[in-house]
């Protein structure tokens, strides 16, 4: 039996099927699920794939945050089911206040798409148990939207509680503050981050590295020791 | 149909380099002595029915649960009374 992983669909979702593939060549078994599903499915962990859902109409991720799948994704989050968001679904994931803070537009407001080194500043959390903590990986990044803020308050919050889980190496991007890439809830069980894991676990696209599929792993050994 | 508007802007600490790009336009268009702009979002709800402290505190939970995040906006609702006349701020959030 192998781990069944939901990755949803949202109006507007693009990197749902590179992200299925992923979760494929991790050797795991991916479940599309549909935002107007209730029903997860009985998966065993849930994936926000990137992309601009509802067209990003009136905040990145607003609008998917009130779909009927997302009620069913809050509920069991809580109850300590596995969450990852990917860009847009990083966004979704603020916007239903798993995770806090916001994102908001580039600080230079230009779209950016490169390769982004990135430092990982916490290998415990349920998506990063594959990697080494302070492993330097390199991911695709792609977005508009991408400048993490939170008040002082929750930033040192996050900190003192090792939940800054991603922070970007040689070049914030965005004007994200205190260089955050991605971050998880107190429980390690949601994890978001900006950069696009899924778009690096085979050598022949992306970065020509097969840095991001630590995260589609870790889900695995997280699944297995649970 | 009653005219009711919600304002939402960033909050006051929030870096809007939207606004910041407007504002370095303004002196190469020949507009000077603007010191600063901010961007915000501006919503026109047409309200079916009395507008009256129920459809109000509906109107409210809208704004502060839906049009603007509160993690980085504040937000303002106000009745347009009449056609073209002036408004009235009925409740300001911070």
Request: charged share 25%.
């Amino acid at each position: 039996m192998t781990a069944r992983i939901g990755v949803i669909t949202f109006p507007g979702t693009l990197d749902d099927r590179d992200t299925q593939r992923a979760v494929r060549t991790a050797g795991l078994e991916a479940v599309p699920l549909w935002h107007r599903d209730k029903d997860l499915k009985q998966v065993d962990a849930v994936i926000l794939p990137g992309g601009f859902s509802y067209g990003d109409y009136l905040r990145a991720g607003a609008i998917s945050r009130f779909s009927p799948v997302m009620e069913s994704v809050i509920d069991q989050a809580k109850a300590g089911m596995p969450v990852l968001g990917i860009c847009n679904g990083f966004q979704v994931l603020t916007e239903t206040h798993l995770l806090p803070g916001a994102m908001l537009r580039n600080n230079h407001l230009h779209f950016i798409c490169r390769d982004q080194k990135l430092r990982v500043e916490n290998a415990e959390t349920a998506w990063t148990r594959s990697y080494e903590q302070g492993q330097e990986i390199n991911i695709p990044l792609k977005n508009i939207d991408g400048r993490y803020v939170a008040d002082e308050r929750v930033l040192d919050e996050l900190e003192a509680e090792g939940r800054v889980v991603f922070r970007y190496e040689e070049l914030n991007p965005n004007g994200s503050l205190r260089d955050i890439a991605g971050i998880s809830n107190a429980a390690g069980n949601v994890v978001g981050l900006m950069p696009h894991p899924e778009h690096a676990v085979e050598p022949l696209i992306g970065t020509g590295r097969t840095d991001g599929l630590g995260f589609f792993t870790s889900i695995l050994k997280r699944l297995v020791s649970a | 149909m009653a005219r009711v508007v919600v304002d939402v802007m960033l909050k006051p600490e929030i870096l809007d380099p939207q606004g910041q790009a407007v504002q370095r336009a303004l002196p190469r268009l020949g507009f000077e002595g603007i010191a600063d702009v901010r961007q915000g979002k501006r919503f026109e709800l047409e309200v079916e029915g009395p507008v009256d402290d129920a459809a109000l505190a509906r109107i409210h939970e809208i704004a502060e649960t839906f049009l603007a995040n509160t993690v980085i906006e504040d937000f303002s609702v106000k009745v347009e009374v009449g056609e073209g006349a002036d408004t009235t701020a009925v409740k300001a959030e911070s």
